[in-house]
């Protein structure tokens, strides 16, 4: 009983250096961006406290909308391509083409090591109508036009953006996935193959059940990230033209640092925030009660 | 006894967490260091300048202590935002002129600077137009550094090829338009990426078609429609350019350098910019590129003075309130902005300043005094860059709706009304 008192307390002891980090550069901004959420601040003035009315505007702001439906389809893009895609590719690289699977996990694994700003860079490059690579080789393969001014436009812009996410964040499920699969018994693959499975039957009825549980948390991870996502957006686009683009972390460093509202910063900030949590608990909720039947058997 | 070991331990923690730092900064009081942030960082031309400039000061006062913080001018503004908002604002430091001074001044941030511009001269050395963009109901608040004007830039060997000449009114800039796009070049190279590139069409086309001061009459004819009206006809002006096809596609996703990168390898023939394309041109190859410059085209039916021109004062310097050795960043600031350093301001920047006399021919180079004698001087009046003088957040309107109209997603009557609404919220 004693020596179990005082190891809590060392515990504690060893713990309060993290502890006391997390409250003083977590804990505490949070709390004081939830504070500022209620006032009109423009970062040099008093703050004056405006009650609900930071609230009642962002529900009446269009861009505000216009930045969640972009995140909401960040989110869903990346459930739909990164995260299903990934598994199939993973399957793919382990199950069937095992001789490219080092090659290709290497290719994977570059997006992932490079910085966020510097994959954005690439790709507006990539994107430039007149030197960029992506018009000068439809040009050279006689697909002259089809050529678009691909950030610039209203109407392509978003997808350019999804385009380089995906890009970007792909290879880092993958990676995951392939170790998930790799983790399989053999006995299971052969179990199926027994039993006439094909690679189709087997990838969806064995392997997706099987890493199920990695799937849930790269499912997670992934729309936690859509909701937060901001580095490519901003060095891409900017949130722009005309708010295109916009999301909703690109759209609060505007408003907080070009517009200098910072009351209204920290009311999308706390939005963001409260979106972000339900989201997570939504989709763990979801994927547990499709995994009951068919996992924890 | 672990009890009281824990309680120590966490009091070192809070101790070196929280007083340390604080008692490290109150230790400098003896000699009072003076720290300056600036955002000459990145191009060589501004760095070769502010070196120029901080080496000659410390030669003249030795004694005096000083940090140099230099940034890059794209996340400057964004670093000292969170420093002022930190309430630990840099003792002198950069600053943009107009509506984004104005908010750290309505905030008393700023020491005011009247007194000391009374003495010596100092406050006369500056051309009268460009300190006003550092005054605040009457007082000033900062020294003017540089001028900045608008002007259509164009590749003399490009024309020259073609045999085509400088248009003069707006039926021959579209001719000329016409003719380029013909010749498989993109008329006017623009990249809207960062949204103040397109500004200065609209504002000149504002200034031809309105007359200048249209910012000001918020203040004084709060009654009128002024932009509601008044700036239809130049967001028509704006969307004709870009639906005729004379501006690149994707402009709104091309960055200015990317705009540049196709006006100097010949890919376009003119550009809209500042002053400052005279620097940045300077690298071109001469072969293909030889930089030429004319004002923009006079308008039909325009109301204001065809002559005007845009053009204001780009940067600044200030000193906080909270500065503890002011005399110090005074002596800074006189410096910064006497006869000699400013030339060197002039031959190595390739910018007009806002002191007297120092853009003279020697220093400038032939474009550059080309354009103080031709543009500066013939110009009836002159209208500060509109988004240095606004709101920060009717700027943010002003930007997103010239993006729109460009594009075609907001209609020229919409976007009227709308930079009108921005500019009457007093927030």
């Known amino acids: 009983m004693k020596a179990e008192g005082r190891n809590n307390k060392l515990a504690l002891l060893f713990l309060s250096p993290a502890i006391l980090f997390m409250l003083v550069f977590m804990a505490y901004p949070m709390i004081y961006s939830g504070v500022l959420s209620f006032t009109s601040w423009d ?180 729309v936690i990230s859509s909701f937060k996502t901001f580095s490519l957006v901003f060095v891409l686009t900017n949130g722009g ?47 547990r009660k499709t995994n009951a039947g068919a996992y924890d058997v | 006894m672990p009890k009281r070991l824990f309680f120590v331990v966490c009091t070192i923690a809070l101790f070196v967490l929280f007083v340390f730092p604080c008692t490290g900064v109150n230790a400098q009081d003896a000699g009072a260091p003076i720290t300056i942030w600036h955002a000459y960082a990145g191009q060589q031309d501004k760095v070769d300048f502010i070196n120029y400039a901080i080496e000659s000061f410390k030669e003249k006062y030795p004694e005096i202590q000083f940090e140099e913080v230099p940034m890059e001018h794209s996340s400057y503004k964004t670093k000292l935002n969170t420093a002022m908002a930190a309430g630990n604002p840099p003792d002198v430091f950069y600053t943009l002129p107009g509506g984004y001074l104005g908010a ?61 000449s400088v248009p003069e009114t707006e039926a021959e800039f579209d001719a000329l338009c016409e003719e380029i796009k013909a010749a498989g070049l993109i008329p006017v190279a623009l990249g809207n990426k960062d949204r103040w590139p397109a500004t200065f069409y609209f504002q000149t086309a504002s200034l031809r078609f309105n007359g200048p001061g249209m910012l000001g009459k918020y203040a004084s004819e709060p009654e009128s429609d002024l932009f509601k009206t008044a700036a239809v006809k130049p967001f028509e002006w704006l ?25 100097i390898n010949g890919q376009a023939a003119m550009m809209v910019n ?73 031959e190595m920047r390739s910018t007009m300043v806002a002191v007297k006399d120092a853009t003279s021919e020697d220093v400038a180079g032939p474009v550059l005094y080309e354009v103080t004698k031709n543009l500066i001087e013939k110009a009836a009046s002159m209208d500060a860059f509109y988004d240095t003088i606004m709101a920060p957040l009717a700027t943010e309107t002003y930007y997103t709706v010239i993006q729109g109209v460009l594009d075609g997603t907001i209609s020229a009557t919409d976007a009227a009304a709308r930079l009108d609404e921005a500019l009457r919220v007093q927030e």
């Open chain 1, 43 to 222: 970062g040099v003035s008093a703050k004056k406290f405006i009650g609900f009315d930071n609230f009642i505007n962002l529900f009446q702001d269009q861009y505000f909308y216009r930045a969640l439906l972009n995140n909401f389809t960040i989110a869903f893009i990346s459930l739909a391509f990164q995260v299903f895609g990934a598994t199939v590719i993973a399957y793919v690289l382990v199950r069937m083409l095992k001789f490219v699977q080092r090659l290709y996990m290497f290719f994977y694994l570059v997006p992932v090591v490079i910085s966020e700003i510097c994959i954005g860079l690439l790709w507006s490059f990539i994107y430039n109508p007149y030197f960029g690579l992506l018009n000068n080789t439809l040009r050279a393969l006689g697909l002259g036009h089809l050529a678009a001014g691909w950030l610039g436009d209203p109407t392509t812009a978003f997808p350019a953006v999804l385009n380089a996410m995906n890009f970007t964040y792909m290879g880092l499920y993958i990676i995951l996935f392939v170790a998930a699969v790799q983790n399989i018994p053999e006995s299971v693959f052969d179990a199926a193959k027994i039993d006439g499975a094909g690679n189709f039957k087997t990838f969806f009825i064995v392997v997706l059940p099987m890493i199920w549980n990695s799937i849930q948390s790269v499912a997670l991870m992934a």
């Open chain 1, 241 to 287: 033209p005309n708010h295109v683009t916009e999301v909703l972390s690109t759209y609060l460093y505007s408003t907080g640092f070009n517009s200098f509202r910072m009351g209204y910063a920290s009311t999308i900030g706390f939005v963001q925030m409260l979106l972000t949590t339900l989201m997570g608990l939504i989709v763990l909720k979801l994927m």
């Open chain 2, 104 to 164: 750290f001044v309505k905030g008393g941030q700023i020491y005011q600077l009247d007194d000391e511009l009374a003495k010596d001269g100092w406050g006369d050395s500056f051309i009268p137009t460009a300190l006003s963009s550092v005054q605040f109901d009457g007082k000033t608040y900062g020294v003017p550094i540089d001028i900045d004007a608008a002007a259509i830039w164009y590749n003399k060997k490009v024309f020259e090829e073609h045999q085509w």
């Open chain 2, 239 to 263: 969307n004709k350019l870009a639906t005729n096809g004379y501006l690149p596609i994707g402009f709104n996703g091309m960055s200015e350098a990317e705009a540049n990168i196709l006006f």
């Open chain 2, 274 to 346: 500042g002053t400052w394309q005279i620097g940045m041109t300077n690298e071109a190859d001469k072969e293909i590129f030889e930089l030429g410059f004319f004002g923009f085209p006079k308008f039909e039916g325009g109301y204001g003075d065809q002559s005007d021109v845009v053009a204001g004062v780009a940067a600044s310097f200030a000193i906080s309130e909270k500065a503890e050795n002011k005399e110090a960043c005074i002596l800074f600031l006189r410096h910064l902005t006497s006869m000699d350093v400013m030339k060197k301001y002039v």
